[in-house]
């Protein structure tokens, strides 16, 4: 664990960096991102993002958003230094970068999940972090360089985003008064709300009508979940970014304490979401399917249709549940 002096050592001691965060980019993984983008430059130095998958055009209002470079972006011109943010595994920067973007003298992780490998030279990693964006507002602070209006938007973003707008059990004190130093740089709370979660396009309200057909729970109740195929997101002319939320109104059954999403990939295989509401650890139960994630929200790929998926989820968290 390497404390903020010496991450900011390495960035003063370099010329040229690349950054670069998980495939399929939230809200915490582009705000930390952009923000460490905006600091590195001011501080006069050369910096690129590469991102395996484009940023959702709903974060299209975050500052720096157009820096975003694609993968293939990048041809053999490796940077001095590779910062990982909000990654706790190297290959979740996908595939080609994690291979190819290899820096000549420094890999920096800054990141917050439990399961993280700690992969990089330096790695900033702190679990009890709301989010990314909330260690990237530390360290700017403690190189002493204002926040100022841009990285207060992106940063804000991020730990709207990772706490569910400040309603999960990672909206801890410290969370709450980095928000608030940033509200005070002046930006518009309702505008990022609504930017992020009410711009949605019709078919993702028509993908959820189709996709509100499949709701199962065991008898119990205990564990719920739901699908999206891809014959429903043809119908709605939507793709699996869609589903994004959904999950949600699982977890919101009273009786529920796990919440499994899976979604038909192309070759119909299944990408899986899980959510747990109580104790039972849904990183555990993904890491049993070769995936990962926090105690509360982790998530896998199995190789079988949707339904199959979920009874094998139901399998093992029931185990997990009754330890
Ligand atoms: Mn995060």
């Known amino acids: 664990m390497e404390d903020y002096q010496a991450i900011l050592r390495v960035f003063d001691q370099h010329q040229s960096f690349a950054l670069s965060t998980h495939v399929n980019p939230d809200g915490d993984a582009l705000g930390s991102e952009l923000a460490l983008y905006s600091f590195l430059k001011d501080l006069g130095k050369q910096v690129k993002i590469f991102n395996t998958d484009a940023a959702p055009k709903n974060y299209r209002f975050l500052p720096f958003y157009d820096s975003i470079l694609p993968a293939k972006a990048f041809r053999n011109d490796p940077p001095e230094v590779l910062v990982v943010l909000d990654a706790g595994v190297l290959k979740r920067i996908g595939g080609y970068l994690s291979r190819s973007l290899v820096p000549t003298k420094a890999i920096v992780n800054i990141d917050h999940h439990t399961a993280a490998e700690h992969f990089g030279d330096y790695n900033l990693v702190e679990t009890d972090a709301s989010s990314t964006s909330e260690i990237v ?28 707008c400040f309603r999960y059990s990672n909206s801890t004190p410290a969370s709450h008064r980095v928000a608030a130093d940033l509200i005070r740089e002046g930006i518009a709370v309702d505008e990022v709300y609504r930017a992020v979660y009410e711009t949605l396009p019709i078919g993702t309200i028509l993908l959820l009508s189709e996709v509100f057909q499949t709701i199962g729970t065991t008898p119990d109740g205990k564990i719920g979940w739901l699908y999206a195929t891809q014959e429903m997101f043809r119908k709605t002319g939507t793709t699996r970014d869609n589903v994004d939320g959904f999950i949600n109104h699982i977890r919101s059954i009273d009786t529920v304490e796990v919440a499994i999403l899976a979604s038909e990939q192309k070759h119909g295989e299944s990408k899986v979401s899980l959510r747990s509401k109580s104790s039972v650890d849904v990183g555990e139960i993904a890491s049993e399917f070769g995936g990962g994630g926090h105690q509360r929200a982790a998530g896998c790929e199995i190789d079988t249709p949707c339904e199959e998926a979920i009874a094998q989820l139901v399998v093992v968290t029931q185990r997990q549940m009754s330890k």
């Open 137 to 164: 507002y530390r360290l700017i602070r403690h190189h002493g360089t204002p926040i100022g209006n841009e990285r207060a938007l992106c940063l804000y973003t991020g730990i709207m985003f990772d706490t569910g």
